[in-house]
């Protein structure tokens, strides 16, 4: 089951030359080389910032979903991990997908999603109970952007939208 | 699928952007909940601090290539370093530059 989540990124990459970003086509810089980038800088952060999510469900949506966690406080640079928790109240199989937000939305651009759980359908048995990882790593080019003075919260926010009951 | 981008978050501003890695597939085994329950538990009892319970994440990531809900990679180009250079820095790397903008 590797090839799943590999498969997955052809996807998302034609997906962002299609929207692209900021109107743009290029290929930003991949996490991976912006951490390898910084270690080799030997980049040091200070600021702590707190993370801290929002979960909700469209209209319609049987699911209890929510974050497994209140917050997580995390300086620039350092990868991170949060959990989400999903649960299909109902008596039949339904399958969801989710989208997310960050705010403020001046940091968004700062907030990388390494992996996670959006974007692709998901499909929960009846009473079924997951747990649904997102793994994060905000830019230490956050630190050094004077807009960014003011931020001390960002916070991740999800919807969990339904696609198929069966 | 297809995402226009329309429907989700069209109207907020910045358009949603994938994940990099593309996306977990769930652990609906529930493979790996020991180890989510240890980095939660840390993280609850260390004032929810990503650094303190760093270990506990990477045993969590760890456990999902093991079970192949994760595609393997060495932990370091996810921003695991190791071991030997942690909060004890040395003076050398406490002068590092930081980034000039």
Same mark, same amino acid.
């Given at each position: 089951?590797?090839?799943?989540?590999?498969?997955?990124?052809?996807?998302?990459?034609?997906?962002?030359?299609?929207?692209g970003y900021g109107g743009?086509?290029?290929?930003?810089e991949s996490v991976e080389e912006k951490i390898a980038r910084h270690a080799k800088d030997g980049t040091v952060t200070e600021r702590e910032i707190a993370v801290q999510f929002n979960a909700d469900v469209a209209d319609g949506m049987p699911?209890?979903?929510t974050p497994t966690q209140r917050e997580?406080?995390?300086?620039?640079?350092?990868?991170a991990l949060a959990f989400y928790t999903a649960e299909n109240r109902s008596s039949t199989p339904i399958t969801g997908v989710s989208t997310y937000n960050v705010t403020p939305m001046k940091?968004?651009?700062?907030?990388?999603?390494?992996?996670?759980?959006?974007?692709?359908e998901q499909r929960l048995l009846p009473g079924e109970q997951i747990d649904m990882p997102v793994f994060f790593y905000i830019d230490p080019e956050f630190e050094t952007d004077p807009r960014m003075d003011d931020i001390n919260n960002i916070i991740l926010s999800y919807t969990f939208f339904k696609v198929s009951e069966d | 699928m297809s995402l226009s981008g329309g429907a989700f978050g069209? +109207?907020?501003?910045?358009?949603?952007?994938?994940p990099e890695k593309g996306v977990f597939p769930l652990d609906h085994l529930h493979q790996c909940d020991l180890e989510k329950k240890d980095?939660? +538990?840390c993280l609850k009892s260390s004032g929810h601090q990503s650094e303190k319970c760093r270990q506990f994440s990477k045993k969590y990531l760890e456990c999902r290539m093991e079970k192949n809900l994760m595609a393997r990679q060495d932990m370091s180009e996810l921003g695991f370093r190791k071991e030997t250079e942690t909060n004890g820095e040395t003076s050398e790397e406490k002068n590092s530059k930081r980034i000039e903008v």
């Open positions: 089951m590797v090839g799943g989540s590999y498969a997955a990124v052809p996807l998302y990459r034609r997906f962002c030359q299609a929207t743009t086509i290029q290929r930003r699911w209890k979903f997580v406080r995390v300086k620039p640079g350092e990868s940091a968004a651009v700062y907030f990388n999603k390494i992996q996670c759980f959006c974007f692709e | 069209g +109207n907020r501003g910045l358009r949603p952007v994938p980095y939660l +538990n």
